[in-house]
């Protein structure tokens, strides 16, 4: 019987693993922001009763999300691995599982923006139109901010997906949290660093939906109690 | 001031818009009325360029705006504010931030931006709601915002669809006040859709009635509730009860309306005096329009000269609808 893992070496276990994993989420989720909420907007703006109806483009455009959002992220890991060898300049690493976990999330984000933004009142939208605005600050000052609450849950939800697919970059060394419970705790049948990895994922999601929780209610000006 | 010249429209070959031709001239208030589905809303849609006609003009200051694309369609916007039918706040700014967006989509900077908001602010009444979100505010002052928005950018037009159809009657006068002041202080040209003719009766100076996507009415309301067979006279004077017991005792009997404080308060006893005839009100009644006092009254008269009485009362302003008893047409 092989004795424990000290505490002090499973606590610099979780340290490094956190550190990997709030590394490449946290790249990716703002990559993915970037470019997944223009790919929301866009598919919005284009859709039937949008600020600039396009079927063609809209169709073309659904289709690539849809595509892009149903194939499952094992599979776009492996297969981006050669293309984040040429951006990154090496397939291994933290670094390296940024990619694939980017350009997953956009046509994630860009669904869950589309339909976020949808859900403005089309009379709002309308009301701003007749004040001869842009477009463009339609875009800012109507669909964005007056979703905005949502638009941030949205992005804690996309966080929490990230993480989840963050564990399965052990399978081209990316590391972090679900790497070090795969590859520490469960193949070598090391259950205090499996469960202690666990515990902490756990509480870590937990913290980072609640940040994004309250951040959504702090922008959030319906239904305040008074002035 | 506005022009709309046989504008038509129809949605998938169903005509929702058929020739409608109306003017709204500067500084008045025209309101649009008629059933439901007879294009009020579309009209209205087409007049805020939210919806381009399959055919035909509209006019502002001589300027047909139909058919204007890019920054040349924003700026005709800023022209005619819109008080959109329903919610149309941004729920998430305040009262003045809204009252700010057209301003903000003119350009207008800073300071100015809330000089004027403040100004509007004041018209409607709601200085002290300024840092209210929408959530804060009541259906009236949320309409209310929704005014002092439409005006910000000092349009000529203003266009308000069922401005107050989800309103109570009390916050319904609010904001009827409110669209009567921005005429008033203003200036501006104002075309109300409703189906509601106490808003007509409130503030219109004008009237048109719409039906299956045609004017069937037009004119000034103080005119047209003078002509006995238009639908506004019929809409908006008090109803005359028949009651033929009552009118059994006469010698004549007759309908006869009277517009002004002059012809309400002094033509009846004027003409029995003149002509020595007992002249009754057996029914009807008062009402007003804007501020004018406008009386619908079934006369009852017994005398000689009763024919001359009426015929005297139509010569000095009041319009005798019929004859009921008596020989027909002493109208005027
Ligand atoms: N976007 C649209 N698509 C199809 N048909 C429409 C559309 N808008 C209006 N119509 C049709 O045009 C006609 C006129 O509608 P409109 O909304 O202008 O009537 P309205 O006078 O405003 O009625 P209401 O008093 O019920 O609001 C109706 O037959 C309606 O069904
Ligand atoms: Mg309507």
Redesign the interface.
């Given at each position: 019987m092989r004795s424990a893992t000290p505490w002090s070496d499973v606590i610099a276990y979780l340290v490094e693993a956190t550190g990997e994993t709030l590394y490449m989420v946290g790249v990716s989720t703002v990559i993915a922001t970037l470019l997944g909420v223009p790919v929301g907007v866009w598919l919005q703006l284009t859709a039937k009763g949008g600020l600039r109806p396009n079927a063609a483009v809209h169709r073309i455009l659904s289709f690539v999300t849809d595509l892009g959002r149903s194939m499952p992220f094992i599979v776009l890991l492996v297969a981006l691995t050669s293309v984040t060898r040429l951006i990154v300049g090496g397939s291994i690493g933290s670094t390296a599982v940024i990619v694939p976990l980017a350009v997953g999330a956009i046509p994630f984000v860009g669904r869950l923006v589309q339909n976020i933004l949808s859900e403005v009142?089309v009379?709002?939208v309308?009301?701003?139109?007749?004040?001869?605005?842009?477009t463009l600050?339609i875009v800012k000052?109507?669909l964005i901010?007056?979703s905005?609450p949502a638009l941030i849950n949205a992005i804690g939800v996309t966080v929490i997906a990230l993480i989840g697919y963050s564990a399965m970059a052990g399978v081209i060394g990316g590391g972090g949290l679900g790497d070090l419970a795969i590859r520490e705790g469960y193949q070598r049948f090391n259950d205090r660093i499996l469960w202690s990895t666990v515990a902490w994922l756990a509480v870590l999601t937990t913290v980072i939906q609640l940040g994004f929780t309250r951040a959504a209610r702090a922008?959030?000006?319906?239904?305040?109690a008074?002035? | 001031m506005i022009t709309v010249e046989n504008l038509t429209k129809s949605f998938q070959g169903v005509s929702a818009l058929n020739g409608v031709t109306l003017d709204v001239e500067a500084g008045t208030v025209l309101g649009v009325v008629g059933p439901s589905g007879a294009g009020k809303s579309t009209l209205a849609r087409c007049v805020?360029?939210?919806e381009r006609p399959d055919s035909g003009a509209i006019r502002v200051d001589g300027t047909d705006i139909t058919s204007l694309d890019g920054s040349a369609l924003?700026?005709?916007?800023?022209q005619?504010?819109?008080v959109?039918?329903?919610?149309?706040?941004?729920?998430?700014?305040?009262a003045a931030g809204n009252i700010a967006?057209?301003l903000?989509?003119?350009g207008v900077p800073g300071p100015q931006r809330r000089t004027r908001v403040g100004e509007l602010l004041d018209l409607v009444g709601l200085t002290d709601k300024a840092?209210?979100?929408p959530?804060?505010l009541s259906g009236g002052q949320r309409q209310r915002i929704?005014v002092a928005?439409?005006l910000?950018?000092n349009p000529s037009v203003l266009l308000a669809d069922e401005p107050t159809s989800a309103l109570d009657p009390e916050t319904t006068g609010s904001v009827l006040t409110v669209l009567d002041r921005a005429r008033a202080e203003l200036g501006v040209t104002v075309l109300v859709v409703t189906h509601d003719m106490g808003v007509v009766r409130k503030i219109c100076d004008d009237v048109a009635v719409l039906e299956q996507g045609r004017v069937v009415e037009h004119g000034k309301v103080l005119d047209l509730v003078n002509n006995p067979v238009s639908r506004t006279s019929s809409a908006l004077l008090p109803a005359v009860d028949l009651n033929p017991i009552n009118e059994s005792s006469y010698d004549r009997v007759a309908d006869v309306v009277l517009v002004g404080f002059a012809a309400v308060g002094a033509l009846l006893p004027e003409a029995a005096h003149r002509f020595g005839v007992e002249l009754n009100i057996v029914g009807g009644g008062l009402t007003r329009l804007g501020e004018t006092p406008v009386a619908r009254f079934r006369l009852g008269l017994n005398g000689e000269r009763s024919d001359s009485a009426l015929e005297w009362i139509g010569e000095a302003g009041g319009a005798v609808q019929r004859s009921l008893k008596g020989p027909q047409g002493v109208a005027a």
């Open positions: 009142h009379t709002v309308e009301a701003a139109i007749t004040t001869g605005a842009s600050k000052s109507v901010r007056e905005l922008f959030d000006r319906r239904r305040h008074s002035v | 805020a360029l939210l924003r700026a005709a916007r800023r005619i504010g819109v959109p039918q329903g919610d149309s706040l941004l729920r998430q700014r305040t967006l057209p903000e989509s003119a840092a209210a979100y959530d804060q929704a928005r439409a910000a950018a």
